[in-house]
């Protein structure tokens, strides 16, 4: 169900926080096409954009603080919105942080094995639907989207750990480098932290922590 009675100002602003998760998707596919192509300045111009986000957060937090003072302002929907927005945010900073580890290995031109290399290409596009789901829910206010984000979110976090595990494996056997590895687990661990916070901003959103 969507909010009842949300005032056209907050519906604005819910609107504008399920953008940033579309704007943080398509940083996400500037970081993918880096990634496979090896082209150091895509992960650049996702960062320029990650810049961005976060002052598009800073707006919409002074906002959403100066209507908390107002005595007609619906106290627990802001409260909602403040949660959600606080979420994205943190996953902005998985984002930017999977984008450094992504341009390290790029700069290094560290080789994943074929299996790594695939491994996080898939989970990778898998983010980018849970991206544009959550945005979606987030900008329609609709709580029966929530529960497709969650599978996904948890889907994939099961998948992570398989491949964690196999990584290990190829690891073990040397069929991973060992200079590949670090970048391998930062990168599936940058990706965990955006899914993690991408689920709380869509659950927090309808008060369920």
């Given amino acids: 169900m969507s909010f009842p009675h949300i005032s056209e100002d907050l519906k604005s602003v819910s609107v504008r926080i399920g953008g940033m998760c579309f704007t943080a998707e398509a940083v996400l596919r500037l970081c993918i096409d880096g990634f496979i192509g090896h082209k150091a300045e895509l992960i650049g111009g996702a960062q320029e954009r990650t810049v961005s986000l976060n002052e598009e957060g800073n707006q919409l937090r002074k906002l959403l603080r100066d209507k908390a ?22 996953a902005l900073n998985g984002l930017d942080s999977l984008s450094r580890h992504v341009k390290f290995k790029i700069d290094e031109k560290i080789i994943l094995s074929d299996k790594g290399f695939d491994e996080i290409r898939y989970l990778f596009h898998a983010s980018l639907d849970i991206l544009k789901s959550a945005g979606d829910t987030i900008a329609n206010r609709k709580e029966s989207f929530m529960k497709y984000v969650m599978d996904k979110c948890a889907n994939l976090e099961i998948l992570a750990r398989q491949y964690a595990e196999r990584h290990e494996e190829r690891l073990i056997t040397g069929i991973c480098l060992p200079d590949a590895s670090p970048v391998y687990v930062c990168i599936v661990d940058s990706v965990l932290t955006v899914v993690w916070h991408i689920k709380n901003a869509v659950t927090r959103l309808f008060g369920k922590w």
């Fill in 69 to 90: 003072t107002e005595r007609t302002g619906n106290k627990e929907q802001i409260k909602y919105l403040l949660a959600t927005l606080s979420s994205v945010r943190l």
